[in-house]
Nanobody, 125 residues
Framework: VQLQASGGGLVQPGESLRLSCEYSGFNPDNYYIGWFRKAPGKVREGVSGISASGDNTYYTDSVKGRFTISRDFAETTVFSQMTSRTPEDTAIYYC???????????????????WGQGTQVTVSS
């Protein structure tokens, strides 16, 4: 099983960035994919998630209206399009996969079975 997050970098406030999470080694028809982030000095928090079908999504309140999660089934990749970024979005971003037996709302770390390495996003002028 592998989840590979990429697309991080340094952006200025207000700029957009798209993160990608390529996954393999498990049946994507069964797994919910989520994005988490860990900012300096803070605990890791759930950011967004998307169901196996792509029909259901969730966003934490601080990113609603700014971030969009989507799923490319052909490429087995989940994207997080992030706009209107602020310095508070600076963090290491992780993607993770949750199976249907542990998934509840997709907001908590313990629901997820597989994790990828993080990609650093820095928002600074």
């Amino acid at each position: 099983v592998q989840l590979q997050a990429s697309g991080g970098g340094l952006v200025q406030p207000g700029e957009s960035l798209r993160l990608s999470c390529e996954y393999s080694g498990f049946n994507p028809d069964n797994y919910y994919i989520g994005w988490f982030r860990k900012a300096p000095g803070k605990v890791r928090e759930g950011v967004s998630g998307i169901s196996a079908s792509g029909d259901n999504t969730y966003y934490t309140d601080s990113v609603k209206g700014r971030f969009t999660i989507s799923r490319d089934f052909a490429e087995t990749t989940v994207f997080s399009q992030m706009t209107s970024r602020t310095p508070e979005d600076t963090a290491i971003y992780y993607c993770a996969a949750a199976n249907p037996w542990t998934l509840m709302k997709g907001e908590e770390e313990h629901e997820y079975e597989y994790w990828g390495q993080g990609t650093q996003v820095t928002v600074s002028s």
